[in-house]
């Protein structure tokens, strides 16, 4: 047994481990991002219309009211679009105006989008803000600023002299060191009123994507735990 | 097989390495400087505002920070390479070329980053401008120039492998090196899906950083522990492939725990948290084979009756151990500490996530490419053993205290920001700034800005010691 090599200080043993378990752990992960990949697809308006929730709903979303609920089933909150079912799930059945119209049709909300999210990556919006909760930490989370207390008690819309929420939002974009919320200001990216518009089309729909129930008790602060 | 380093005096594919290794040293110098910027606006938010906004400084010091570590891995293995294969490199002009235009890139897209700034919501932005995709900004024509340059680099590594004497450490580096160059290319494109852009986003930073960027050090780690204290190869290349197999096997799902919260499905929840609960696992064996190689060689030289160390270049082997602490403190335990998604639905993208990514940078990557410029400076200055200077203790001490300053700083105001902002208030824009003027986040805020400077002070020392170390009179030739 003298010549007798053990397995445990075998470099080729180590060698061929390294290999397997990187092979196993990557084909893991094709295998779940193909899965992934299938259930974060951007839905459709056709979807909307058929009372499907996706994890992503298409651009038309802009069209409806939306909100962020607790849900019994899942305990935690979870965005509803167009009105709640009572379990929890969205009814896409109550409308709301999104720059004077709730009809956009799904070419035209998806080009609003499609500025939107050009828009946010150009405007560098990431470097300061957290989108998704990735980022800079710098200005406040915008994974659910469409549903922000701040845009809705009716302050930013004094502030900007605006009617409803999307307009002032509009405005803030455009302008933002005219208005300060605070010392750390906003500076002017010499935002255009089209741009805006899609910016704020692309912070709806960020809204309504399902994130699990991040961030949590959004809105607690109004003493409303189930963002009411 | 060539293991003493000093026998490539004369190696162009080692003065291609420490022409890697200057432009770095000046890109992290840039990259100190603009997280000043950054810091100081947040103590004072009217610091440069619509001059140099926050959104630019914080882009330029991530952006650098990616670039100068980015320069030091190609120019530590162009430092190595002839070392482990026994040859020149293969194509070396090629490399010395892409060298210029890989330099010539990042100078255009800084410039470009500091005095344009922003451009319109449309595609010749992110074409010419910068992508606002954090970390991975580069201009599409960057993004192209970089595969380009980073595809030669490659060809260069593989060629050089194949022909040369084939070590562990150079396997370990080719199938490394061509996941990390293949990955970027996950990272370039648009859609208007943000989660799905996020999904694709983590494949470059998470695979990078907790992934291939780990192997990388490991393999390098190996190479300097051979290289400053003479320790067995056929131990070495052992303990390179179970961490290996470590880090692939616990980082490469471990991007679960960036799978939380962006719109995927709750099956990351499990997945996330089981992978990186292991992700600390191969840093703690890392951790213990740099000291145990340390301690055995030395206790064999001891046996023998020799009193000398066995270190040959005291300021490298200094930022390897510190590495090898670093590694561990900084991206396992603070990298831990948060992960569980339990937790991390309250500490996602808050200064955790930020103290996490001070400490994890610097103890798993800035240490060890430090160290790799000083073995590179006793190399080209024909020393036998290297010895420390004053400057060296001074930049040692200052940079590491410095980041570790910070890192408590901003751990603390994590802790804060987590208590007013997310658990009370629930992450609404009036319940951000409730957090962020809480007193202990105001404080925690002036001591990073402090230990910044202390950074930066000991960076000077370290440029200072880079450029006069090698002509010092103490060391042994």
């Not at chain 2, 060629?159 to 990272?187: E, N, Q």
Request: proline letters at 3%.
């Amino acid at each position: 047994m003298a010549n007798k090599v053990s397995v445990w200080s075998d470099n080729r043993f180590w060698q061929r481990s390294a290999a397997w378990v990187t092979g196993f752990a990557a084909v893991l992960l094709i295998w779940l991002t193909f899965d992934t990949s299938a259930q974060i697809s951007m839905g459709t308006d056709e979807d909307i219309q058929n009372g499907v929730t996706k994890r992503v709903p298409g651009p038309t979303v802009i069209n409806y009211k939306i909100t962020y609920e607790m849900s019994a089933k899942r305990g935690h909150e979870v965005p509803i679009i167009g009105g709640n079912d009572g379990k929890g799930m969205s009814l896409f059945q109550e409308k709301e105006k999104f720059f004077g119209r709730d009809d956009w049709s799904e070419e035209e909300a998806r080009e609003l989008l499609h500025l939107g999210k050009l828009g946010s990556q150009t405007k560098n919006c990431m470097n300061c803000h957290t989108l998704l909760g990735n980022g800079a930490y710098y200005a406040p989370d915008l994974t659910k600023a469409w549903l922000d207390p701040a845009w809705e008690d009716g302050t930013m819309m004094a502030m900007t002299g605006k009617d409803t929420k999307e307009e002032a939002m509009a405005e803030f974009l455009q302008h933002p060191s005219t208005y300060p919320t605070h010392a750390r200001m906003m500076p002017d990216l010499g935002i255009t009123a089209e741009e805006a518009k899609g910016l704020v089309a692309f912070l709806k729909h960020m809204s309504t994507i399902d994130t699990n129930g991040f961030p949590r008790n959004f809105g607690k602060i109004r003493g409303a735990v189930h963002g009411k | 097989m060539a293991s003493n380093h000093l026998t490539g005096i004369g190696s162009e594919s080692k003065q291609l390495a420490t022409w890697y290794f200057a432009f770095a040293a000046i890109i992290f110098g840039a990259q100190l400087l603009f997280g000043l910027v950054a810091a100081i606006q947040y103590v004072m938010p009217g610091f440069l505002f619509e001059i140099l906004d926050f959104s630019v400084a914080r882009m330029l010091h991530i952006n650098a920070l990616v670039v100068w570590m980015v320069f030091a891995m190609f120019g530590a293995v162009y430092w190595l390479l002839p070392d482990e294969t026994g040859i020149e490199t293969i194509g070396i002009k090629v490399g010395k070329l892409l060298y210029w235009v890989f330099v010539a890139a990042i100078v255009i897209v800084i410039l470009v980053y500091i005095f344009v700034q922003v451009g319109p919501a449309d595609e010749t932005s992110i074409w010419f401008i910068h992508e606002g995709r954090e970390y991975i900004e580069a201009p599409r024509w960057a993004d192209i120039g970089i595969v380009v340059v980073a595809l030669g680099f490659v060809a260069n590594l593989f060629m050089t492998g194949m022909t040369g004497k084939r070590s562990g450490i150079v396997t370990v580096l080719m199938a490394d090196m061509i996941a990390f160059a293949g990955l970027y290319l996950t990272g370039m494109f648009f859609t208007d899906n943000i989660t799905v852009d996020q999904y694709w986003w983590w494949w470059v930073i998470h695979l990078w950083v907790e992934a291939t960027w780990e192997v990388y050090v490991g393999a390098l780690a190996a190479y300097g522990l051979i290289t400053m204290i003479g320790a067995h190869r056929k131990v070495v290349e052992m303990w390179l492939w179970i961490e290996v197999a470590m880090l692939f096997g616990s980082g490469i799902l471990g991007m679960g725990h960036h799978y939380f919260w962006i719109g995927t499905p709750e099956y990351w929840w499990e997945i996330g948290a089981l992978f990186s609960a292991l992700e600390p696992l191969p840093l703690v064996a890392m951790f213990i084979h740099v000291l145990y190689d340390w301690g055995k060689t030395q206790g064999g030289q001891d046996a023998t009756g020799q009193k000398l160390s066995v270190i040959n270049n005291k300021p490298a082997f200094t930022w390897f151990v510190l590495n090898a602490f670093g590694n561990f403190l900084g991206a396992g335990i603070w990298g831990f500490f948060h992960t569980l998604p339990q937790v991390n639905l309250y500490t996602h993208g808050t200064q955790f996530t930020s103290a996490h990514g001070h400490l994890a940078f610097f103890g798993a990557y800035a240490t060890i490419l430090i160290g790799m410029m000083y073995i590179a400076v006793q190399g080209t200055n024909g020393i036998k053993v290297m010895k420390s200077t004053k400057s060296s203790i001074w930049a040692v001490s200052m940079i590491a205290g410095g980041v570790m300053g910070m890192t408590v700083a901003l751990t603390v105001a994590g802790y804060v920001q987590v208590l007013v902002s997310r658990a009370q208030m629930g992450a609404t824009w009036a319940g951000y700034f409730d957090g962020q003027s809480g007193l202990w986040f105001a404080q925690a805020m002036d001591w990073r800005l402090i230990m910044g400077v202390v950074t930066f002070t000991g960076f000077l020392f370290l440029a200072k010691d880079l450029l006069s170390i090698g002509k010092s009179q103490i060391h042994e030739r």
